[in-house]
């Protein structure tokens, strides 16, 4: 049988996905399944890497078991996780403790204290990132302050897919689209900073080699392959972060080239050739070698409609709720919605920010409440592109992705809030056919990124801005940016 199938396993953070892909980027078969968040303190996120993992082979067994899926077809492996994990694993690979995930801020004293005492703008030099509670190198000073028995222990710390590559492969690992958590990672050269990393008091000895991510790490270990089902010997990548392979599985991989998210969460991603840094924003290697991403990540996305359904419209399916939402004019008839459901990422990082509907009265229907809170999202994508262009980043059309973006509503309403085009690819397998196009690119299914794109990705549909509608557009969002602004010192009361 001829090796031409590519598996692509996503860490996402309410469960994993696990897919097989044809070289055309056809989903052959997929599965999704459930783990645990824990939240044993107020501020506190948690999961645990190994229920990850015995998710992870549950679903390649059942993949593995479906029509036209042989682990001896399978040509290469590629993973794509969740971001600034830290995970402490011992010289056996051992792991010590659930890790923090992107949504923790416990170690927001940590951050005032480091950025005081080593110098905010020196960590930005290097890292191009704000140094905060979401990133992995907090989370690693969190554990050798306060768990000093844990951090003693600690040979490595891991990211989300470099510790499923290890339990695939044995092999340690650090892609470099990851690298952005570790503060001491510099995102010009790519390398790991040993001076910063000695003013920050955490050894570079502490985080794996660097790998590109499309680069072959190691093999399924024969006892991978017992647990899984998978053929020893097959080929495993490094991979990345989610978010860049959703990118590149929305199609953006070249300057200019922007993808737009609209999963459980929100953002978007700005691919350029350089490293361009905003403190408001997020800055990463591609997993496109040779390429950077400037990021912006909301809390608001698909699982505000999500909450909403659930509170508000139990007995309505998401289609009945947007159809009730299309029939309010753009604008909402001054509702608005601040999608700070959680906190907020950026670009005003304020974990204490709130969600909020202004603008409510006897005359308002749910109908106005839906149209602001999907209008609400793509002001919050709007914000972070305004940002955006404040470095001389260049903004074209739109890649979408994500569960929203089958929303032809929600996406009209993203065209209109931002004016600029969107298109719309294949959008729920986004995220693992970017993992499972690395593995292409590592084993040389595909000879470079321009072949691997036009073979898989397939624009569905083409949504254009009305732009009337954005000039009301622009009248709102100058409201919803007032909103935060004046209420901002209210949120942290309660």
């Given amino acids: 049988m001829s090796k031409e199938l590519l598996l692509g396993i996503d860490i996402g953070t309410s469960a994993c996905k696990v897919a097989v892909f044809d070289p055309h980027g056809k989903v052959i078969a997929q599965t999704n399944k459930p783990y645990r968040v824990y939240y044993p303190e107020s501020g506190w996120a ?59 801020t416990r170690a927001r ?181 040779g390429m950077w991403l400037l990021q912006g990540g909301t809390v608001g996305g698909g699982g505000t409609l999500k909450w909403f359904k659930q509170e508000f419209g139990q007995n309505v399916s998401f289609d009945d709720l947007t159809a009730e939402a299309e029939k309010i004019a753009p ?31 006897f005359d308002k229907t749910r109908g106005h409440m839906i149209r602001a809170l999907l209008e609400g999202v793509a002001f919050s994508v709007q914000h972070n592109l305004l940002t955006a262009e404040e470095t001389g980043a260049k903004v074209g059309s739109l890649n979408a992705m994500g569960g929203s973006a089958n929303s032809v509503l929600w996406t009209q309403i993203k065209a209109d809030v931002t004016g600029r085009t969107i298109n719309v690819p294949t959008s729920d397998t986004a995220t693992t056919l970017g993992a499972a196009i690395l593995a292409g690119i590592g084993c040389g299914l595909y000879k470079d990124y321009k072949q691997a794109v036009d073979e898989t990705i397939v624009i569905t549909r083409v949504q254009e801005p009305d732009m009337k509608n954005h000039e009301i557009y622009k009248k709102s969002m100058e409201l919803y940016l007032e909103l935060y602004e004046d209420l901002k010192h209210t949120f942290g009361k309660y």
């Fill in 46 to 104: 948690e999961q645990d890497p190994e229920e990850w993992w015995s998710a992870i082979c549950a679903g390649i067994r059942d993949v593995l078991a479906s029509d036209g899926v042989s682990a001896d077809a399978i040509a290469a492996i590629g993973v794509d996780g969740q971001s600034w994990s830290a995970i402490p694993v011992d010289k056996d690979g051992k792991v010590l403790d659930r890790t923090p995930i992107w949504m923790d």
């Fill in 109 to 289: 004293d940590i951050c005032t204290k480091t950025k005081r005492f080593v110098g905010e703008d020196r960590i930005f030099e290097i890292a191009g990132n704000d140094f905060l509670p979401s990133y992995t190198t907090p989370k690693m000073l969190w554990f050798k302050e306060t768990k000093p028995e844990i951090f003693g222990k600690t040979a490595l710390f891991l990211q989300s897919n470099s510790f499923i590559v290890y339990k695939l492969t044995g092999v340690m690992s650090q892609d470099m689209s990851q690298g952005y958590g570790i503060h001491f990672f510099d995102m010009k050269k790519l390398a790991y900073d040993e001076k910063l990393a000695d003013e920050l008091a955490l050894p570079v000895s502490l985080v794996p080699p660097l790998y590109n991510c499309d680069e072959i790490v190691g093999e399924v270990s024969a006892a991978a392959a017992s647990l899984t089902g998978l053929k020893a010997g097959t080929p495993v990548v490094a991979g990345g972060l989610d978010a860049a392979c959703g990118t590149l599985g929305a199609g953006v991989y070249e300057v200019g080239q922007t993808q737009e998210q609209g999963g459980q969460a929100g953002g978007m991603s700005i691919c350029t050739d350089h490293a361009l840094a905003h403190k408001k924003l997020i800055l990463s290697a591609h997993v496109v070698p």
């Fill in 331 to 361: 604008g909402s008839d001054g509702v608005i919605f601040l999608p700070y459901m959680a906190g907020e990422r950026s670009p005003i990082w304020d974990p204490d920010a709130k969600g909020v509907f202004y603008g409510l009265s």
